[in-house]
Structures are given as C-alpha cells and as structure tokens.
C-alpha cells in the first residue's frame, strides 16, 4: 500500500464522494470533506459561489478530489438550470484552483477533477477515446470549461480530470431511475436502442479515482468500462439480470414530454461509445469489465 494519504473531496455527500470516502477510509488514508457550511472536526468549509476558501487549509492535504456541482438530470433545464450546471461547476474548480496558486510550492500534490463522457456529445458509432475532440451543445461546452478550469493548476501541481459515464449503481443516478419500471416488467429500450451507453460499475468508478489519487498520473481519464453496450444490449442484460420481460420499448417524445426534450435528449438518446484507453495505457484493471457481471455484483444478484 502507498503511504497514508489526506484527501480533501468535494461534493463529498454525493453519490460518489460518499463511496469514495469509504474506500479511502478503507484503505487506511484520511478523507476529509469540504463543505458549504461550518465545517465540523475534520472538515474544511468553503464557500465557491462566493469565491470562498481560505488556502491555508487545503496547505496539510496530500490531495484534493473535485466532485462539486448539482446534478445534471436533478431538474428540468431551465435556463436558470443551465447556468446553475455550468456554474456550480466552473466557480468550484476555479476557486480550488486559485487556492492552489496561493498556495504555489505548498499546494497538494495533485488536483483529481471530476469531469463526464458528456465531453463528446452525440456521436453515433463513432470510437471514442482521450484524444477524441469535444462535441458540440451544452454538456460537451459545459465539460470543456470544467476542465480548462482544472488543468490551469498544471503549473503547481498534478491535475487528472476525470470523465465519468453511466455509473450503475442501485443507489442513484439513472439505474436507480429504471429499475422500478424494469422490476414491474415494464423496462424496455430508449427509442430504436441504437445508441450507445458508456458505464461502470460504482465499485469500478471509485477504484479508478483511488487510482488517479494514489498514481502519478495526469490528463484527462475516461472513467468508462472497456465494454460500453447499446441501450438495447443494456436493456436485454438488465432484464435478464432481474428476470423480468423487456418488451415494452420506450418511444422518445415519452421521456421528452417528462423531463423536456434537451435533457432526455442528452442523458437517453444521445450516443457516445467511449473506451478507457488512459487507464489501460497505464495498467489499470477493471473488476467488472463486463456488464452483466457488472449488474449482478452492484445489484446483489
């Protein structure tokens, strides 16, 4: 095991942050939570829509993971939405960042940023990687500025952005949407089923930023298993998986009338076919490459 490490997280409270300090924890390091309140013990309080953050306490940390930002599929996308994603993501990374600069010489040794697949936009059957161009619309201009915001660090310390695709999990996020429907027979493919969905596992997804925070890696990650699925692969194995029917397909106006048109479009339809070439360049090996496996494991079957 590397030396013990002391990792400041934000959005430590969310999904992921929440699995990530148990795995840290787990693995002898220290996790410490930075938070939009008064922080208790062992706790940093910030504040990044003020520009808020004194440097003098990221000064102890080995390094900081970013997970800060609302959730993309939480609320409709008002424009009042919108600009929340972008800026709850944009003012977090760039006050950690100045922070960073304050700091120079003493900063963390490395900035583990939080990114997603939405990078690439819609991009049918095309074969995505690290070195793959931005796609155009709002996820993929979202995620380019989350990131530039990021790398600026790279002159005082290591910076690793991180782009996370479908994280299964029965926890949150949209597995935990499908599955009462799937559970009552009622799940089926998202329009034709053609397009493709990049995931992993949450035991995978926390493996791989414990590996971008414990290595001296940099760059960008896709934070996706080798073996992404079309959703009507996706959708055969998860009722398979539960043993329930998958018969009924869902036409696109449905999740389009629900939740409005550019949202279902972005997290249902749009297609993106991402391989993680950075984490295999560097020796990173998946528990559940494959994605009924997958399933089975993060749904106790």
């Given at each position: 095991m590397s030396a013990p490490l002391?990792?400041?997280?934000?959005?430590?409270s969310g999904l992921i942050g929440t699995a990530l300090k148990r795995a840290l924890t787990d693995a002898g390091h220290t996790a410490i939570p930075i938070v939009r309140r008064a922080a208790g013990d062992g706790e940093i309080s910030w504040d990044p829509s003020e520009r808020r953050l004194d440097p003098a306490d990221l000064a102890e940390l080995d390094v900081v993971v970013n997970l800060a930002g609302v959730g993309i599929g939480d609320k409709r996308w008002t424009d009042e939405y919108r600009s929340l994603i972008r800026t709850s993501r944009i003012d977090s990374t760039e006050t950690l960042v100045d922070a960073f600069h304050q700091l120079g010489a003493d900063a963390p040794g490395a900035l583990v940023s939080a990114s997603a697949i939405g990078y690439y936009g819609d991009r049918d059957d095309e074969t995505l990687t690290e070195t793959s161009a931005p796609g155009d619309g709002f996820l993929?201009?979202?995620?380019?500025?989350?990131?530039?915001?990021?790398?600026?660090?790279?002159?005082?310390?290591?910076v690793a952005t991180v782009r996370t695709g479908v994280v299964l999990t029965p926890d949150g996020g949209a597995l935990a949407k499908m599955l009462p429907l799937f559970k009552f027979g009622l799940g089926g493919r998202f329009g034709d089923g053609r397009q493709w969905w990049s995931w992993i596992s949450l035991t995978d997804e926390v493996r791989a930023i414990v590996h971008a925070i414990t290595s001296d890696v940099d760059g960008a990650f896709n934070l996706t298993a080798p073996n992404p699925a079309t959703n009507r692969e996706f959708t055969d194995v998860l009722g398979d998986v539960l043993g329930r029917p998958t018969f009924l397909p869902v036409p696109a106006f449905g999740p389009k009338l629900v939740v409005g048109s550019d949202l279902a479009q972005a997290l249902l339809f749009d297609s993106a076919r991402v391989?993680?070439?950075?984490?295999?360049?560097?020796?990173?090996?998946?528990?559940?490459?494959?994605?009924e496996a997958a399933l089975r494991a993060e749904l106790g079957r």
């Open positions: 002391r990792v400041g997280i934000t959005g430590s993929p201009s979202v995620c380019t500025q989350w990131e530039q915001a990021a790398v600026r660090a790279g002159d005082v310390t290591r391989i993680p070439a950075a984490l295999a360049d560097h020796g990173f090996e998946f528990e559940h490459p494959g994605l």
